[in-house]
Every structure is written in structure tokens, then in C-alpha cells.
């Protein structure tokens, strides 16, 4: 018998220590195509913070690294095991433990479904805004870990305005609380903001308060379709020019345009270059304020602009949005049958003045290297998923595809911009993550790294 799986199964109970090979099979990686993976030795379902430090504490003592799991739905490789690893995953804790009106906040577990935090708070007229494309399926603790965004981010931000405050075991065994219940708090470093986007390499979360806000009016949405991608990108910037505040503001190419309609027909527009997906939630001046981004749309080139006629469309067409990884994916499959195709899915934003530059360079890239292309992203705060398609079982391809991501990965930082808008670095971008700080900053990170987990406990070879 191995001593550490008896002294995980001491401290859990059998029911929560798996060994099952089909299981360590399931839970070596996340959604992340190209990321290397290994074999974990176990994998542990804690359902309290005590039982996640026992399971710490026994594969610190045994020398054994720990990788943080939630629903694997990452796309840079940061849930990805390693050989030999202590798999945490969080799937057993799933209580939301309070919510407060009041206080307008809440504390969950960080298996939490996000989707499943929005329709608890809706009962109390409250309002969880980041909503990740797989915010159905994703959880609110790997929401954290990557600092997730989501398709409202133009207007309410990313993960990280929102959560106040975190319960964390650290690689010595320790429990700590960060932050705050107040609506006010500047006491202290803020450590907070440290372990979010931090990946499960500082630490294994265990318990997130996060801020709600009150339900917003129903949206008014509204698509635009552009003859060119760089139009689009020219109505973008106009729309921050001009002040205006869309809650959200989304944009697809062709190529998404086409893989949608050929995965769930839903009558887009499959001639058109591009298409802006815009909604507003202002109240009384939504109508007004609508109105004032479809003329933008208009005076930047788009052919088309038709408003939604009520909240079934508007979902509809919402749906279309949510739809554009999965209809990637059958896109990849029929490009290259047999299993073969995948999808290096980037991840880069840029000033929002330079988005119609951005879009410009991933056509001409995609031409270049020869590979083909589907952009999708929020196009209001500059962030875009070049989906790249290639052939896993060709080298040239793979060549071609990773050429093509590292030279969009250069144009977005050459534009004043960063290597990952809201997936995270994990296994994928490490040597971006170097090229966009700097050797200081990178010290920085590795400083603090050290100090708080000293022998590489967590997640090793991530991030860093």
C-alpha cells in the first residue's frame, strides 16, 4: 500500500481518494490544446477547507506536488496534472454559504457553478456580472484562479472587482483570510488581488467572497454587420470615443460567422466579414442609447444594423456568442477528420485604438503562415481568441500554427498590449508572460512565489 493514498484516505474517507485509471485519465488537463500533461497519482474531492489542508499537509510530508483542479474548462493548460501529482480537485465543494441583500455579497465554495451563483442571487434581486462563455460549467473558484472575464466585461470588469475576499491553504499548512465583508477596506497589502490570477500556484482556494450588484434593467440588444473586420474594429474604437457604454460589445468574424451556422443554423449572416454583437442595460435612455451605436455602426461601414425585437431574440442571439468555441471545435473536426483537428485558442488584448490593427495583422498572418483564422472576442475592451486550426498530426501544420500564435502574440504586444486578457498563463504563455514583464518583474513574481510556497508545492511549471 502506498502510505501517502492511506494517510489521504485516513483523512477523507475512501469515497474521496480515487485512483480509478479512467478518472486520473479524465483529470490530467483542461480545455487547452497543445499543453503537455501528466499522469496524476490520485485524485482527492475535499469538501471543507480542513479537508484540503490535510491533503496539503500529506503531500508536502511525502514530497509529492499538488495541482488545484475546478471543472477543467481553462484553455491555457493551468489545471493540467503533472507526473506523479495530488490532484485537488474542488467538485465537492459546491455550498453557497451565504448570502447577505444587505452587505450585498456572497461567500461560496469555490466549486460553485458560476451560472449557478447567478440564478441563487436573481432571488434576492441581485446580480453576479462576469459571465465567462463557459460561465454554465465553469466554477466560481477557477473563475478566481484565472481571473476570468466574460462577455459583460466592457462596462462591470473582470473577476477581480469583484471579489472581496478569500479563504487560502498555503503550502505550509496555514489558513489565511484575506480581505473583506465591508463595502470599504484598505487595511494592508492587498493579498486579496495577489491570489487572484494566481492559477493554484500560491495557494489552493477554498472559500470566496465575492460583491453583487443590483439586477440590471433588461437589455436592449442590437447586431451590426460589417463588409470588413477592420470596419468593426474602426466602430469600436468610435463607440469609446464618443463615451458611449455598452454592456456588451462582441465581435465575429467569418470564419465564426460560417462554423455557427453549419454546427446550430440560427441565420447569421454567413457573407458578412464580421459581425458586433451589442446590448445596452441603461433603463429609460436605453432605447436613446442604442440608437446611438447603431448610427457609429453605420457612419464606420456596416451594412446591416437590426435591433432585437424582444428578450427571445435577444437571448437568441446572445446564444449565437456563446456558441463560438464548441462550433470552433466541429469547425477543427471537419477541416481535419480522423480526430486530428484541434485549435490553439489565443487569448491577447490591445488598446482599443488599435483593435482594427490587430484584426488587419491576424488576417495577414493567417494568410502567411497558411492556416486558417476565426477571430471571436470583446471587442469593447480590446480582447480577442484568434482561434488558430491545425492538423495535430501533421508537424508542418503544428509548425505553421504555432508560428502563427507567436507572431500574434508579438503584434498584440508590439501594440501595447498583453499576452492574455482573461484566460491566464498557465502552461501556454509562460515565455510571453516573461517577454511582457521584464526580467525585474519577473524576479518579482519568482520572489513571491518563493515565499510562499518555497519547495514548488503548487502547480509547478505553471505560470513561471
Request: contains cysteine; aromatic residues 4%.
Amino acid at each position: 500500500m502506498d502510505p501517502l493514498l492511506d494517510e489521504l484516505r485516513a483523512a477523507l474517507g475512501t469515497d474521496a481518494v480515487l485512483t480509478d485509471p479512467d478518472l486520473l485519465r479524465a483529470h490530467q488537463r483542461d480545455e487547452a490544446d497543445l499543453c503537455a500533461a501528466g499522469a496524476p497519482l490520485v485524485i482527492t474531492r475535499p469538501r471543507d477547507t480542513a479537508q484540503v489542508a490535510a491533503v496539503v499537509g500529506a503531500a508536502a510530508r511525502h514530497g509529492v506536488p499538488v495541482v488545484p483542479q475546478g471543472a477543467r474548462t481553462g484553455l491555457a493548460g493551468a489545471a493540467n496534472a503533472v507526473d506523479g501529482a495530488v490532484v485537488i480537485s474542488t467538485s465537492a465543494m459546491t455550498d453557497i454559504l451565504e448570502i447577505d441583500p444587505v452587505s450585498r455579497i456572497a461567500v461560496v465554495q469555490p466549486g460553485v457553478v458560476n451560472a449557478t451563483l447567478a440564478a441563487a442571487v436573481a432571488e434576492h434581486g441581485l446580480w453576479y456580472p462576469p459571465d465567462p462563455g463557459s460561465w454554465e460549467s465553469s466554477t466560481i473558484g477557477g473563475n478566481v484562479a484565472t481571473n476570468a472575464g466574460g462577455m459583460c466585461c466592457v462596462k462591470y470588469g473582470v473577476t477581480t472587482e469583484y471579489v472581496l475576499g478569500l479563504e487560502v491553504v498555503l503550502a505550509s499548512g496555514d489558513v489565511l483570510r484575506t480581505g473583506r465583508r465591508t463595502a470599504k477596506g484598505v487595511a494592508g497589502y492587498d493579498l486579496t488581488r495577489l491570489f487572484v490570477g494566481s492559477e493554484g500556484t500560491l495557494g489552493v482556494l477554498t472559500e470566496v467572497t465575492v460583491a453583487l450588484r443590483p439586477a440590471p434593467a433588461e437589455s436592449l440588444t442590437m447586431v451590426a454587420v460589417f463588409p470588413a473586420t477592420t470596419a468593426a474594429g474602426a466602430a469600436v474604437a468610435e463607440i469609446a470615443t464618443r463615451g458611449l457604454s455598452p454592456s456588451l460589445l462582441e465581435l465575429l468574424d467569418q470564419t465564426h460567422l460560417r462554423a455557427i451556422e453549419a454546427y446550430r443554423p440560427m441565420g447569421l449572416r454567413r457573407d458578412a466579414a464580421a459581425l458586433l454583437l451589442a446590448a445596452v442595460d441603461t433603463g429609460a435612455r436605453a432605447a436613446d442609447d442604442l440608437a446611438a451605436l447603431a448610427a457609429v455602426c453605420t457612419a464606420a461601414g456596416a451594412d446591416e444594423v437590426y435591433a432585437a425585437t424582444d428578450a427571445a431574440e435577444a437571448a437568441a442571439l446572445l446564444q449565437a456568442r456563446r456558441l463560438a468555441h464548441p462550433a470552433m471545435e466541429r469547425f477543427a473536426a471537419d477541416t481535419y477528420p480522423d480526430g486530428n483537428g484541434g485549435l490553439i485558442i489565443d487569448d491577447v488584448a490591445v488598446p482599443r485604438g488599435s483593435l482594427a490593427v490587430m484584426l488587419d495583422g491576424v488576417t495577414r498572418i493567417a494568410a502567411e503562415c497558411d492556416v486558417p483564422i476565426g477571430v471571436v472576442g470583446h471587442a469593447g475592451d480590446g480582447n480577442l481568441h484568434p482561434n488558430i486550426v491545425i492538423d495535430r498530426a501533421d508537424p508542418a501544420s503544428l509548425a505553421r500554427g504555432r508560428r502563427a500564435f507567436d507572431e500574434i502574440m508579438q503584434l498584440g504586444l508590439d501594440l501595447g498590449g498583453t499576452c492574455t486578457g482573461e484566460h491566464g498563463v498557465g502552461l501556454l504563455k509562460r515565455e510571453w508572460l516573461a517577454r511582457e514583464i521584464g526580467p525585474v518583474g519577473l524576479r518579482v513574481h519568482q520572489a513571491i512565489k518563493s515565499a510562499l510556497d518555497p519547495t514548488g508545492l503548487f502547480n509547478p511549471g505553471k505560470v513561471l
